[in-house]
């Protein structure tokens, strides 16, 4: 009975405190379901360190900031027109519920955790890289505490650290198996999405920089009951394994780490949406950057200027065009290439880096009205100027 009156409250306060998303409702049918926001968190931070390895040289929080920088900055050069959140990008102290407030308040269709995962006092012991959506461990014959009990257990105590959070997270413990129960509320929300872009990651991450995959579960993990979107919760190693602590601790592996998720994102959002990433070249060489507030590229990434004419679909040097830009590649391709789908391509050389625009005119306003078609076949396109050469965003 104590257990029957526990959830009737706690479902009661899930709809009066609005935790019960707008999500639920279903959009109109002629509205297109796209991927346009994205949050990724990483885990711990400030005063909350995550777990440390045993010489006390590295600590989680500074190893998955790391890795959600990398993240973001794949993504966004992947799709410009995209909202990528961080949901800390310094070394701070971030409470579970605001991480998920964060996500919430911006509406956002993805919500991506990072963390390492250990095993407390082990100098070897597990291995690998596993994948969490919200529900509750069920297995026949197997209580609560059966399975990834330890990893929940660790990743929601870190309510401990915030003031008054029985208050916060109603009543909430995270030592005591009957606050689990209310978790089972919003388990199915977004489950079939969240378990998805799971197997995305878990795929994409084989045979990576930590080879092994611990597979994917179903965990009560905090952070994710708290968010009202498809959201999922990457263990990326043991701290506690040598061979994995090895791996996290170079750039590369973190590099890899990163890479890997950013290509379980770019197919769950061709799946989502049909959208696809702009292709970039491999950057030895420092790669172009944008002046903050204005779109330009800068002198570190300084673009080639061409005198090459209209007959290649290249304009011609000091002529000022505007359209739809679709993709930036090393590759230089043809018009007919299939990618366009038909579509009449300008293609400016710019630095290492072929762009392909679309509707280009020389009058703005007709670009803009041409972009609205472009966009139709490719969601992820932005409005561009190209001028002696130079490509800019219009803002």
């Given at each position: 009975?104590?257990?029957?009156?526990k959830?009737?409250?706690?479902?009661?306060?899930?709809?009066?405190?609005?935790?019960?998303?707008e999500?639920?409702?279903?959009?109109?049918d002629?509205t297109?379901?796209?991927l346009s926001?994205v949050?990724?968190?990483?885990?711990?931070?400030?005063?909350?360190?995550?777990?440390i390895s045993l010489?006390?040289?590295t600590?989680?929080?500074?190893?998955?900031?790391d890795?959600?920088?990398?993240l973001?900055?794949?993504?966004?050069?992947g799709?410009?027109?995209m909202?990528?959140i961080?949901?800390?990008?310094?070394?701070?102290?971030?409470?579970l519920?605001e991480?998920?407030?964060?996500a919430n308040?911006?509406?956002?269709n993805?919500?991506?955790?990072?963390?390492?995962?250990?095993?407390?006092?082990?100098?070897?012991?597990?291995?690998?890289?596993?994948?969490h959506?919200?529900g509750?461990?069920?297995?026949k014959n197997?209580d609560l505490y059966?399975?990834?009990?330890n990893?929940?257990q660790?990743?929601?105590?870190v309510?401990?650290?915030?003031?008054?959070?029985s208050?916060?997270?109603e009543?909430?413990?995270?030592s005591n198996?009957?606050?689990?129960?209310?978790?089972?509320?919003?388990q199915?929300?977004?489950l079939?999405?969240s378990?998805?872009f799971?197997?995305?990651?878990?795929?994409?991450m084989k045979?990576?920089?930590?080879?092994a995959s611990?597979?994917?579960?179903?965990?009560?993990i905090?952070v994710?009951?708290?968010?009202?979107?498809?959201?999922v919760?990457?263990?990326?190693?043991?701290?506690?394994?040598p061979?994995?602590?090895?791996?996290?601790?170079t750039?590369k592996?973190?590099?890899?780490i990163?890479d890997?998720i950013?290509?379980?994102?770019?197919?769950?959002?061709?799946d989502?949406d049909?959208?696809?990433a702009i292709e970039?070249?491999?950057?030895?060489e420092k790669?172009?950057?944008?002046?903050?507030?204005?779109?330009?590229?800068?002198?570190?990434g300084?673009?080639?200027?061409?005198?090459?004419?209209?007959?290649?679909?290249?304009p011609?040097?000091?002529e000022?065009i505007?359209?739809?830009?679709?993709?930036?590649?090393?590759?230089d391709?043809?018009?007919?290439?299939?990618?366009f789908?038909?579509?009449?391509?300008t293609?400016?050389?710019s630095?290492?880096?072929?762009k392909?625009?679309?509707?280009?005119s020389?009058?703005?306003?007709?670009?803009?009205?041409?972009q609205?078609?472009v966009?139709?076949?490719?969601?992820?396109?932005?409005?561009?100027?190209?001028?002696?050469?130079?490509?800019?965003?219009v803002?």
């Open positions: 009975m104590k257990i029957v009156s959830i009737l409250a706690l479902s009661i306060a899930l709809t009066v405190t609005g935790t019960c998303p999500a639920f409702a279903q959009k109109p002629n297109k379901l796209t926001t949050v990724i968190d990483a885990g711990h931070g400030g005063k909350d360190p995550g777990c010489d006390n040289k600590q989680e929080k500074d190893i998955v900031l890795i959600a920088k990398r973001s900055s794949k993504i966004k050069e799709y410009p027109g909202k990528v961080m949901t800390r990008s310094t070394d701070k102290f971030v409470e519920n991480r998920a407030g964060i308040r911006n509406k956002a993805l919500f991506i955790s990072i963390h390492v995962n250990s095993v407390e006092g082990k100098r070897t012991g597990p291995n690998g890289y596993s994948v959506i919200l509750q461990f069920t297995s197997k059966a399975g990834n009990m990893v929940v660790r990743e929601n105590s309510i401990t650290l915030e003031d008054d959070y208050t916060k997270y009543g909430f413990d995270p198996p009957e606050s689990y129960i209310f978790m089972n509320l919003m199915n929300a977004f079939e999405q378990f998805k799971a197997q995305d990651v878990d795929q994409a045979g990576g920089a930590i080879a611990r597979g994917i579960s179903q965990d009560p905090l994710l009951w708290k968010t009202a979107m498809p959201a919760l990457v263990e990326c190693g043991y701290m506690s394994n061979n994995d602590r090895a791996a996290i601790r750039e592996g973190r590099d890899k990163a890997d950013y290509e379980a994102f770019k197919k769950y959002k061709k989502y049909g959208s696809v970039s070249a491999s950057k030895p790669e172009a950057e944008t002046e903050e507030g204005t779109g330009k590229e800068t002198a570190a300084q673009i080639e200027k061409t005198e090459k004419t209209e007959k290649d679909g290249t011609v040097t000091g000022c505007y359209g739809t830009q679709v993709l930036a590649s090393s590759k391709m043809s018009e007919d290439d299939p990618f789908k038909g579509e009449k391509v293609k400016v050389l630095g290492r880096l072929y392909y625009v679309l509707g280009a020389s009058d703005l306003a007709e670009a803009k009205a041409k609205k078609t966009r139709q076949k490719f969601p992820d396109s932005f409005l561009v100027k190209v001028e002696n050469g130079e490509v800019s965003i803002r």
